[in-house]
């Protein structure tokens, strides 16, 4: 009986984790950078396409992290009330969530530059 | 006899999840030090609050007017049951504010989250977490 509820336990902490929110960048005032209005113009497009591209790749990692959701759910009450192993058997996405969070520090340092443009 | 107790904790369970929301939360906010109620001056003098329903929550940074930042907050939402749907970033969101208004701010930016997933004490838990700044103009 111990042993079953340590393997819930550590199944539980191991698979099908909330991701918490990434932390949030420094609050450091950033100064703006002088440039002249087509530079200007032209470095926020820039800045604006890869914050969409940032976006959209955000959105395909979220989906197939929550394309595993029932199943995971499923497998977490089935092993909680009767095989507490079938715990592993959980998709954790581990490789997607590290990209989610490589991507919100991507998108802090485009928002960074994009007020330092003043865009 | 032995139906009346099962039927008894058939009943009891039940009224456990109908009486209970369908999330719950927390929150900790680490404020900046700066609150517009103190700080006022002549210049920028005490406004009244923006309602909760207007305030600004977006992932993004506003550049096109001056704000001053009240604090980090950081939201958790959970799901009460296993039987209640999982919490959605608009229940985020609506903690966001909540607690921006609690700070007197107009806004609530740099906004990310989470990937719903089991928590300690949850089936299902989103985490999110923004920036509360009051515009100074």
């Known amino acids: 009986m111990k042993t079953s509820i340590l393997i819930l336990s550590i199944g539980l902490v191991a698979v099908g984790c909330a991701r918490p929110a990434p932390s949030l960048p420094s609050a450091q005032t950033i100064a703006p950078v002088q440039m002249e209005e087509a530079e200007r113009l032209a470095a926020c497009t820039a800045i604006d396409e890869r914050l969409a591209a940032s976006q959209r790749r955000t959105a395909e990692l979220d989906a197939v992290i929550q394309s595993n959701r029932r199943s995971n759910q499923t497998i977490g009450y089935v092993a909680a009330i009767t095989l507490p192993p079938l715990m592993l058997a959980a998709e954790e996405n581990s490789a997607e969530k590290a990209e989610l969070d490589r991507l919100q520090a991507e998108r802090d340092q485009l928002y960074a530059k994009r007020r330092s443009a003043a865009c | ?137």
């Open chain 2, 1 to 137: 006899m032995h139906i009346l107790p099962r039927g008894i904790l058939i009943l009891a369970v039940c009224f456990g999840v109908a009486g209970c929301g369908s999330t719950w939360s927390t929150s900790n906010v680490q404020k900046s030090g700066y609150d517009p109620k103190v700080n006022a001056s002549a210049a920028a003098p005490v406004r009244a609050p923006t309602p909760v329903a207007q305030i600004l929550v977006t992932e993004g940074d506003i550049t096109d007017r001056k704000y001053r930042v009240l604090g980090d907050i950081n939201v958790n939402v959970n799901k009460t049951t296993i039987f209640n749907a999982d919490p959605t970033r608009a229940d985020v969101d609506a903690k966001l504010r909540e607690e921006a208004y609690k700070l007197r701010a107009d806004a609530v930016i740099l906004v990310r989250y989470g990937s719903v997933g089991i928590a300690l004490m949850s089936w299902g838990a989103l985490d999110g977490k923004g920036r509360a700044v009051v515009y100074e103009d």
